[in-house]
């Protein structure tokens, strides 16, 4: 249709900031150590009860 000979260039390029919600690294990593931590407190629990908690 129509040809342009020339492109505009931006003058002022933005900046992108990071989200405040979604997947990150170091939530990542907090979730995970917590997760590990969690699991080595309820196996030390149920070794010092003598019975699992998470069965009925």
Do not use: C
């Amino acid at each position: 249709m129509f040809e342009v000979d020339y492109m505009l260039e931006p003058t002022i390029i933005p900046q992108r900031r990071k989200p405040r919600y979604g997947f990150h690294t170091h939530t990542e990593k907090l979730n995970g150590r917590v997760a590990m931590l969690s699991f080595v407190v309820l196996m030390v629990l149920e070794a010092i009860l003598r019975h699992g908690l998470l069965t009925w």
